[in-house]
């Protein structure tokens, strides 16, 4: 059975830096298209990034593009979602998403709708 259990959230200053992990035991995530969302109180679920199965090409948002990385690290079958430069505007509970069967297509990160599996989330705080 997948499990997903994501780490690294927190409380940081504007301008700082956190790093999130999603760790997932029961699949391998070279298979798999991973995917960060940003869930807040009266918002659709909001995609972040995601890294594509084999090649691991990444995909950002608009809103994070330049300031956040996704990495994958096979070996411990993690994905890692460096943020920097955080603004008050990216609090919110982080979620990862994994999914086998889906594709990214266009250079689109998949929708939430179309992951079947969820971590329970993490919550990031940006405020001084």
């Known amino acids: 059975q997948l499990q997903i259990v994501e780490s690294g959230g927190g409380l940081v200053q504007p301008g700082g830096s956190l790093t999130l992990a999603c760790t997932v035991s029961?699949?391998?995530?070279?298979?798999?298209?991973i995917g960060w969302f940003r869930q807040t109180p009266g918002k659709e679920r909001e995609g972040v990034s995601c890294i594509d199965k084999i090649d691991g090409y990444a995909h950002y948002s608009e809103s994070v593009q330049g300031r956040f990385t996704i990495s994958r690290d096979s070996a411990k079958n993690t994905v890692y979602l460096q943020m920097n430069n955080l603004k008050p505007e990216d609090s919110g509970v982080y979620l990862c998403?994994?999914?086998?069967?889906?594709?990214?297509?266009?250079?689109?990160?998949?929708?939430?709708?179309?992951?079947?599996?969820w971590g329970q989330g993490v919550q990031v705080t940006v405020s001084s």
């Open positions: 998403a994994v999914e086998r069967r889906v594709v990214i297509m266009f250079n689109t990160c998949p929708r939430a709708y179309q992951y079947d599996n």
């Open positions: 029961g699949t391998d995530l070279d298979y798999a298209v």
